[in-house]
């Protein structure tokens, strides 16, 4: 999606396109350690392990225009599925980035969604949020809709609700074990404090339906929203923190949350900091601090490593550490990047 400011060809495409990179996708299976290897820690629990500019203002064989991306998920078959906000779900070469294939995705009228959040499902099926009314859908793997799940009134958007217009369903995960989806707010909803958002969970129980389940508050950094939430192995939620700026570029920070102990604030009409226990956060990186391995910007930004990053999704295991990666939405537009991130992780 498009930040609200704080204040303020791939048939050719992979050959031509530029492609920076240290470790990257084609050798992340070999990489250092994150946070090891000298000028490659970006803090003690978060190390870069290269980043990859192939995709950029490419388009692929039918002419879809690769990129927007505001979602990473990670496929039975270990293939990365990449979602656009405007309604194409991509299958990616792990390894390569090359696409494998695009399907356009809509609502039950036929018209492209807000796509923001993303999920593979275990059965080959995928559930996507949109951030207009808000929703979610599980989709088929061609692009059929399947079902739709309940969304409380409260958090769809003004007037229907108290949701702000582009602040609603930016993150989606599934936790261990497939039973519970959780879905992150990106802002806070009118009313609430501004420095808390809802994460709102369902449960899967027989026959595969999805129920409401709790919802908790998160603390969101001052001026920042959550554009993605991913499920560690643990149970933990890894989030991204995100904001920008005029004249100064992107702020990303990733936090390690922990939903285990805070207050369901299902039935709590007006959040306040007094009021609930909220999800516990631990910081694990600001991502302005990691190396910026000969990255260049279209813009200022803090660390010309920086972009629009929107995505993340956890692919595997790297001598202990996470690996993570993450992907910036480019908006379609010439003072951004779509640009992917390779990262270690240490869960503290």
């Not at 779900?89 to 390569?96: Q, S």
């Not at 959040?117 to 099926?125: F, M």
Request: glycine share 12%; hydrophobic share 35%; net charge neutral.
């Amino acid at each position: 999606m498009r930040l609200r400011p704080v204040l303020a060809t791939v048939t050719a495409g992979l050959a031509t396109a530029t492609c920076l990179s240290v470790a990257g996708p084609a050798a992340a299976g070999t990489a250092t350690s994150a946070g090891t290897a000298t000028g490659h820690a970006c803090s003690s629990a978060v190390g870069i392990t290269g980043f990859s500019d192939a995709l950029d203002k490419t388009t692929y064989t039918d002419g879809t225009y690769v990129g927007n991306f505001s979602a990473l998920a990670e496929n039975r078959d270990g293939s990365l599925a990449a979602l656009s906000d405007r309604s194409s779900l991509w299958r990616l070469d792990a390894r390569t980035l090359k696409p494998q294939g695009v399907v356009q995705l809509a609502d039950e009228s036929g018209a492209a969604l807000d796509s923001e959040g993303l999920v593979a499902d275990r059965d080959g099926t995928y559930l996507v949020s949109s951030e207009t009314e808000p929703s979610i859908r599980r989709y088929s793997a061609d692009g059929k809709i399947l079902d739709r799940l309940p969304v409380p009134d409260h958090l769809q958007v003004a007037p229907a609700g108290r949701g702000v217009t582009n602040g609603t369903f930016e993150g989606l995960t599934l936790l261990p074990g497939g039973r519970t989806l959780v879905a992150s707010m990106e802002y806070a909803l009118s009313g609430d404090d501004s420095g808390l958002v809802r994460f709102q969970t369902w449960t899967r129980g027989k026959g595969g339906h999805w129920r409401l389940g709790a919802q908790y508050a998160y603390p969101v950094d001052s001026g920042l929203g959550v554009p993605e939430i991913t499920a560690t192995p643990d149970g933990r939620l890894l989030v991204l923190e995100r904001g920008f700026t005029s004249g100064v570029g992107n702020t990303v920070r990733l936090y390690v949350a922990d939903t285990h102990r805070a207050t369901d604030t299902s039935d709590v009409e007006s959040l306040t900091a007094a009021g609930v226990r909220s999800v516990k956060k631990t910081l694990l990186a600001d991502i302005a601090s990691c190396p910026s391995l000969g990255a260049t910007a279209k813009q200022p930004q803090p660390n010309p490593l920086l972009d629009n990053i929107e995505g993340m999704a956890v692919t595997g295991r790297d001598k202990g550490r996470l690996k993570v990666t993450l992907v910036s939405d480019d908006n379609q537009g010439a003072t951004q990047t779509t640009r992917f991130y390779f990262l270690r992780v240490r869960l503290p």
